[in-house]
Each structure stands twice: as structure tokens, then as C-alpha cells.
T-cell receptor, first 110, second 114 residues
């Protein structure tokens, strides 16, 4: 079946440093969504990207969708302790269901 | 955003018994709900798509007779784990919403089978 890979699996950063997670698919995606799951919590929707090359920002978070619509990234500037959690991308292939990436777990060193 | 509830939040059952998990959309009508399973520190694996008024669509490798799904109304879907075994212990999460846009996740149910 279709797979969505995410790297890195884990990331430990000092508070104030930047963080980036990458999402890759071998086939073209119709859209990609990003979710954040806090420790012990459930996934919460962050954003959806649909257009080739699309870039969206939410305060310190910047989301990009690749030109070929096969990859995406989430970049957090100047991380804070509240950014702790696991970030999942979820890709949609055509009219198929969402396929979740493997996730990147972010921990912050105060 | 929309609110999705799940009940129970935690359940411990003995091997061989069945457990029912409820997923409710509290402030919108959900013709489609999704059931996921998440192992510790792992990603979400879609188990099945629950369709109101019709049979659920199961993902490859998910036993429909083991994981019974009923979507009797626009606000309620249930997942019943039948004849549970320790390997069924996991975090089960439901979601509701359009696949074309955001999904709203329930808080999850942690099942432990002893």
C-alpha cells in the first residue's frame, strides 16, 4: 500500500533552537495534513496543504508542500517547551483515505 | 474545532471477553468516522472506515469479525473488540470529519487485556 515516511524519528533540541521534520512519499499526494500529538494526548489538526509548492505559516510554524507534491516539511523557529510532542504528517492519495507518516517526536531541553 | 468524545478512556478486561468502545461526534453530524490503532511511540494505523447506515470498510489485515464496527447514527460509531487477547492491548482512537479536510480525533481509549 501507499506509505508516507517521516524523518527524523526523534529530535532533541535546546529550547530556542529550530526544528524541522520531513515527510516523503514515493507517489504524488493530492493533499497533506499535519497533526500534533502531545504526550498522552490525541492528534490535533494543524494545517492542510493542497497546492504544489504551497507554503503556509502559523506563528513560529512554517509548512511547505513540495513542487512535485511528494514531500512536505514542518519547520518550527525558536522552539519552546510547549512545542513538545509528536508531529505527524498525513498524506492523501487521490480519493483514498489519509495515510499517516511515522511521526517525529520532539523533545525540548530547557 | 469540532468535538469528538470516546468512552471509555481506559479499560482493562480479561482475555476472552469483549469490549465496546464508543465514539461520538458532539457538535456535528459525521457520516464517516475512522478507527485507528496506535502502538506505544508509533504512528496511527487505520483499521477501518465506519459509514453511517452501511457496513464498515476494513483495511487489509484487519479482521472484521474480530473488530466489529457499527455506525448506527450520524453521531455514534462503536468498535467492539471481540474475544480480546493480550495482543489486542493498544490505544484505539476514532476520528470524524471529511477526508478532504481536517479530521477531529477523539481522546482515545487505552485497552489492556490481561
Amino acid at each position: 500500500g501507499q506509505q508516507v515516511m517521516q524523518i527524523p524519528q526523534y529530535q532533541h533540541v535546546q529550547e530556542g533552537e529550530d526544528f524541522t521534520t520531513y515527510c516523503n512519499s514515493s507517489t504524488t499526494l493530492s493533499n497533506i495534513q499535519w497533526y500534533k500529538q502531545r504526550p498522552g494526548g490525541h492528534p490535533v489538526f494543524l494545517i492542510q496543504l493542497v497546492k504544489s509548492g504551497e507554503v503556509k505559516k502559523q506563528k513560529r510554524l512554517t509548512f511547505q508542500f513540495g513542487e512535485a507534491k511528494k514531500n512536505s516539511s514542518l519547520h518550527i523557529t525558536a522552539t519552546q517547551t510547549t512545542d513538545v510532542g509528536t508531529y505527524f504528517c498525513a498524506g492523501k492519495f487521490g480519493n483514498e483515505k489519509l495515510t499517516f507518516g511515522t511521526g517525529t517526536r520532539l523533545t525540548i531541553i530547557p | 474545532g469540532a468535538v469528538v468524545s470516546q468512552h471509555p478512556s481506559r479499560v482493562i478486561c480479561k482475555s476472552g471477553t469483549s469490549v465496546k468502545i464508543e465514539c461520538r461526534s458532539l457538535d456535528f453530524q459525521a457520516t464517516t468516522m475512522f478507527w485507528y490503532r496506535q502502538f506505544p511511540k508509533k504512528s496511527l494505523m487505520l483499521m477501518a472506515t465506519s459509514n453511517e447506515g452501511s457496513k464498515a470498510t476494513y483495511e487489509q489485515g484487519v479482521e472484521k469479525d474480530k473488530f466489529l464496527i457499527n455506525h448506527a447514527s450520524l453521531t455514534l460509531s462503536t468498535l467492539t473488540v471481540t474475544s480480546a487477547h493480550p495482543e489486542d492491548s493498544s490505544f484505539y482512537i476514532c476520528s470524524a470529519g471529511s477526508v478532504s479536510y481536517e479530521q477531529y480525533f477523539g481522546p482515545g481509549t487505552r485497552l489492556t487485556v490481561t
